[in-house]
């Protein structure tokens, strides 16, 4: 039997806009074609078909991602992709539709928006977001439709929310004529996977390792980094660890697999915080020196920049998936209709793999960039 799956960006948006669209348009069948069920928190997960066809409704949330691994369907759709930051569902997603013996379909809704260019690299410059490799227009194709299109609208209301949003303005032309503006906000143009993604050569020498980058979460995701300052003096992001609702024990328990000497946290923990996680893991723990959002912006911005060698001051392996993802996707928080401003992300963004990163990063930079490793010379007797 044919299996497919549904999303929205949450269990509430399942109940609150999927549900009554689709009872409004195949309600008058319900029981005799298909029926609702499985029940969690007061929505279904399932539209089952008397034929055995089977729609799961799933929330498309990060943690969802993993979920949706080992999945097969037929038939997948994404309903507000712009909603939250969908990517890992929908990478997921995209391996799980492969079920043999039926025609193959994916399908996903969203207006334009500046927060999510991996939306319009796919859709509008058929470029895969993560690599930059070239990705068949013919298999991902755009079907736009403006707010006049929508016969459900009175003139009255169209004339309003033209008004309202601005006539013709940047914000207007993306949520009402479905344009691709032109992505202001970005924070970080320079960065190119071609440039600043790849693995270390075996022979490089290093000034130091060891050194960690973490940024706390509770239920946003856990990030650390294992960071390493080469004999070029450039950064390292050489492994991730990204996970949501993580422990202490996760984290530290990986940072004593890494074989880490030293992690740095946000500046904002407190003495009391930090000594406990010291004197209970045993592990060397220091707040990064610097908070302010404009310090760590100005140092990634001067970190990606390329010289007059064709190189940049930093590298990160194919292994730190979240901070290759996060980097060219942080934009600065532009209240509507108004300039960007810049000492905010906007909403939505996730930025946990940028702050563990920079964190981490603090300790290399503001070490002397002629620090070598010191040469322990014992001499005399301590008495």
């Not at 009255?156 to 929310?161: A, D, T, W």
Request: proline share 6%; aromatic share 12%.
């Amino acid at each position: 039997k044919g299996r497919g799956v549904l999303t929205q960006p949450s269990f509430d948006m399942i109940r609150r806009n999927f549900m009554p669209v689709w009872d409004s348009l195949y309600g008058r069948v319900r029981g005799d074609i298909w029926d609702y069920r499985i029940y969690l928190q007061g929505t279904p997960q399932e539209i089952a078909f008397k034929n055995g066809f089977v729609y799961d409704l799933r929330p498309a949330t990060n943690d969802m991602a993993e979920r949706f691994r080992g999945a097969t369907y037929c038939v997948a759709g994404m309903d507000e992709l712009r909603n939250e930051d969908q990517l890992a569902c929908y990478l997921a997603l995209v391996g799980a539709v492969r079920m043999p013996g039926f025609p193959l379909q994916f399908f996903v809704t969203s207006t334009p928006e500046a927060r999510r260019p991996w939306i319009r690299k796919i859709w509008t410059d058929h470029v895969d977001p993560i690599s930059g490799e070239a990705l068949s227009p013919e298999d991902y194709p755009k079907f736009k439709g403006r707010m006049e299109d929508n016969w459900h609208l009175t003139e009255v209301q169209k004339k309003r929310m033209r008004t309202m949003y601005g006539g013709q303005s940047r914000y207007a032309r993306q949520e009402l004529d479905a344009e691709d503006v032109a992505v202001e906000g970005v924070a970080f143009e320079s960065f190119s996977e071609a440039v600043h993604v790849r693995y270390p050569p075996p022979s490089l020498q290093w000034k130091r390792r060891g050194v960690a980058g973490i940024d706390f979460g509770a239920t946003s995701p856990t990030a650390m980094y294992e960071l390493g300052l080469d004999e070029n003096n450039k950064i390292w992001a050489l492994r991730e660890f990204y996970k949501r609702d993580a422990d202490d024990y996760d984290w530290v328990g990986t940072s004593i697999d890494w074989k880490m000497k030293l992690i740095v946290c946000d500046p904002s923990r407190s003495d009391k915080d930090i000594y406990r996680l010291q004197t209970l893991y045993g592990i060397n723990l220091i707040r990064a020196p610097h908070k302010q959002f404009d310090v760590r912006v100005r140092m990634m911005r001067s970190l990606l920049l390329v010289d007059e060698h064709g190189e940049p001051g930093m590298y990160i392996t194919p292994e730190c998936i979240n901070l290759r993802y996060e980097i060219p996707n942080l934009a600065f928080a532009s209240p509507r209709g108004q300039e960007f401003t810049t000492d905010r992300w906007e909403s939505g963004v996730l930025d946990h793999g940028f702050d563990g990163f920079c964190y981490g990063a603090q300790e290399l930079i503001d070490m002397p960039m002629d620090w070598e490793t010191p040469t322990v010379v014992e001499h005399g007797v301590l008495a």
